[in-house]
């Protein structure tokens, strides 16, 4: 089943979702100072704080445009920090998000801006960044929800296309492997599957498809599981074994250690 890719309109909409979402967590929540398991050290008023600070972040990112680097703190941090009372958190976490969607909103998918995936196929757009907003969202959706006991799977056009995103983007640079070459190939059981190459060349990422036809090198490890599952694995969630993994397992804690920024 070959990938069709969200519009930037549907990275809005769901940004709004999955935001809805997150806030209604929290919400449910006892108590805001329930540790989060997933973030070691952070209470859940601590991950409202960290999430919505990210999306005042790249708001003013998107609002910047084209840029060598990120605009300075003051841009998105006025160091007053989130309120601490339930309601007052809430209305921050919404307001961060509706200031976020309507810079994007403003600026349309095509403005150029800084990203700090420059060496990945993505676009350095404002696009670009609405996706990576949906995934985010998605899993501190799915961090809330298991602090307070009632963790959901993410949606599946969310976490396709999600996982398709961090394929390209984060995944996928132009910076070498520093071990020896290596396919791994990803299977979501909603029919559709990626490929990452690695080599000197660096990451080079693929979707798979019956249209690709067949692939001469076979896969040195691969991972089997919900486009769910899969994007929980990717930001270390969940365990390899909560997805059906064969082939050479190492490889899959060499990409977890390996950081081409260094």
Not at 139 to 147: G, M, R
Request: with cysteine; net charge negative; proline share 8%.
């Amino acid at each position: 089943m070959p990938l069709v890719h969200l519009t930037f309109a549907d990275h809005l909409r769901l940004i709004d979702e999955r935001s809805s979402a997150f806030a209604a967590a929290v919400a449910a929540a006892p108590d805001l100072d329930l540790p989060v398991p997933t973030h070691p050290g952070r209470t859940l008023s601590d991950l409202v704080q960290h999430a919505g600070t990210g999306r005042r972040k790249t708001a003013a990112v998107v609002a910047a445009g084209p840029a060598d680097g990120p605009p300075p703190t003051s841009a998105w941090d006025d160091g007053a920090g989130a309120p601490r009372e339930r309601g007052a958190l809430l209305d921050w976490w919404t307001e961060s998000v509706e200031h976020l969607t309507n810079v994007l909103r403003e600026a349309g998918p095509d403005r150029a801006c800084w990203t700090w995936w420059d060496d990945s196929p993505s676009p350095q757009t404002s696009g670009a960044w609405a996706r990576r907003q949906v995934c985010e969202i998605a899993v501190f959706t799915h961090d809330a929800q298991l602090t307070t006991g009632a963790p959901q799977r993410i949606p599946e056009e969310v976490a396709l296309d999600g996982f398709d995103d961090c394929q390209f983007t984060l995944c996928a640079t132009t910076i070498a492997w520093p071990h020896e070459p290596a396919v791994v190939d990803y299977h979501a059981t909603e029919g559709r599957s990626w490929r990452l190459r690695l080599s000197r060349h660096g990451a080079r990422a693929a979707q798979l498809t019956s249209a690709t036809g067949p692939d001469t090198d076979p896969a040195d490890a691969s991972a089997t599981g919900s486009a769910s599952d899969l994007v929980l694995f990717f930001y270390d969630r969940i365990p390899l074994e909560s997805l059906a993994a064969e082939g050479d397992r190492r490889i899959f804690d060499r990409l977890a250690e390996w950081d081409p920024s260094v």
